[in-house]
């Protein structure tokens, strides 16, 4: 029965191939350092779940903000749990993704024909790093509050534009209500939407060009 | 190459992706359902006898109108519902005191001394003075609450919602 199913459906969909092409495709010897490609999917994707869940209970606006997180945090069964694989999630992902880049840019996974690979790489880096951003300022504590305060003043000290992109930022002149609806906003839908475009161009010409072998001592 | 007797090297990884990938889940995901439904299994004891005053304020044989406020913490925030009741003082000295919350689909209903009924304006149900159903397409009679006299006040057993 599950053998004819799954044969029906194999014939429409192509399951089979796609399972050969995304997982039994062929790799050289390799080790641990790359698994973590993988482990970074793996936390995007526990990220974006448990993302989801606290938009359950969270309000983005200044007077809601910090009492839907204690809420969430005291109030409903396991919240603790979800913001808490959240909140170490993002920091965890931050390093992985980083440690990623390194490995590719010290095997020197980067060269011909990955060059774009790398490229992509890059910009899911610095995608990444605007999640911790834009994340930090939600729960609307006091450091959250200053952290922003100063990046976002950081970004005002770039020459002639500096002061525009400052308001750009924060949506005005002050850190506001303005200043929380975009960041939750950038934080879940911008981004992620665009991570996730990102990493299925990044997937694609990982399986049609293959991973790189280990460096050899004459390489 | 020979089958071997032992589990091959993929077949390992596999049940062992298999297991570490369920346990994982199952870590993430049974606590995710608690956390959804979470709000709807916490019941607050909220009940409270309200004071409505002087028994003597209220009429023989007339229902009144008595309003209470009650705050209610939902989640992040405190809301105040408004409730109002319809106390009537009987002859004998008995004293019932009706929701005026329409057993319908919950409008407030209203009463109409020159009809003799409570009427809910959204869709006529009218409801006898003991709050018995009259006409319309209510389900059941008017809401009873619990009431009891200390030292001639009134007070009306709210029960939580």
């Not at chain 2, 005191?97 to 209203?110: D, E, F, K, P």
Request: net charge neutral; hydrophobic share 45%.
């Amino acid at each position: 029965m599950f053998q004819k199913t799954f044969t029906w459906l194999d014939e429409r969909l192509g399951l089979k191939t796609i399972y050969a092409t995304v997982l039994d495709r062929k790799v050289p010897k390799v080790n641990w350092w790359f698994t973590l490609g993988s482990a970074s999917l793996f936390l995007f994707l526990l990220q974006g779940f448990t993302g989801i869940m606290l938009t359950v209970y969270y309000v983005p606006s200044p007077d809601h903000a910090y009492d839907s997180i204690q809420y969430i945090m005291t109030g409903v069964s396991y919240g603790w749990l979800i913001r808490g694989i959240h909140h170490w999630g993002s920091s965890l992902m931050v390093l992985i993704v980083f440690f990623h880049m390194l490995r590719t840019y010290f095997f020197g996974a980067y060269k011909y024909p990955r060059e774009f690979t790398w490229v992509t790489g890059v910009f899911l880096l610095i995608l990444t790093l605007g999640m911790g951003f834009t994340g930090y300022l939600l729960p609307w504590n006091q450091r959250a509050y200053w952290a922003t305060t100063v990046a976002t003043s950081i970004a005002g000290t770039v020459p002639f534009i500096g002061n525009f992109i400052n308001e750009v930022l924060r949506g005005g002149m002050d850190l506001s209500a303005v200043t929380l609806a975009r960041f939750f906003s950038v934080h879940i839908w911008w981004f992620p939407a665009i991570i996730a475009a990102l990493i299925g161009v990044h997937l694609y010409m990982v399986i049609r060009l293959g991973i790189s072998s280990v460096p050899k001592e004459d390489d | 190459m020979p089958k071997s007797p032992q589990m091959s090297r993929r077949e390992f990884v596999g049940i062992v992706t298999a297991a570490v990938g369920s346990v994982m889940g199952a870590l993430v995901g049974i606590p995710t359902i608690g956390y959804l439904i979470a709000p709807s299994l916490s019941k607050e004891a909220a009940d409270a006898w309200i004071p409505a005053g002087p028994v003597e304020s209220y009429p023989v044989g007339v229902p009144t109108l008595f309003n209470f406020n009650r705050t209610k913490v939902n989640g992040w925030e405190k809301t105040v519902n408004s409730y109002g009741v319809y106390i009537l003082r009987n002859e004998d000295g008995t004293i019932l005191a009706l929701s005026n919350i329409c057993t319908h689909l919950s409008c407030r209903v209203n009463w109409k001394t020159e009809e003799n009924a409570y009427i809910c304006p959204c869709h006529d149900a009218y409801f006898a003075i003991d709050g018995q159903i009259v006409s319309g397409p209510q389900p059941r009679p008017l809401n009873e609450y619990e009431t009891k006299v200390e030292e001639d006040s009134l007070f009306i057993h709210y029960l939580g919602s």
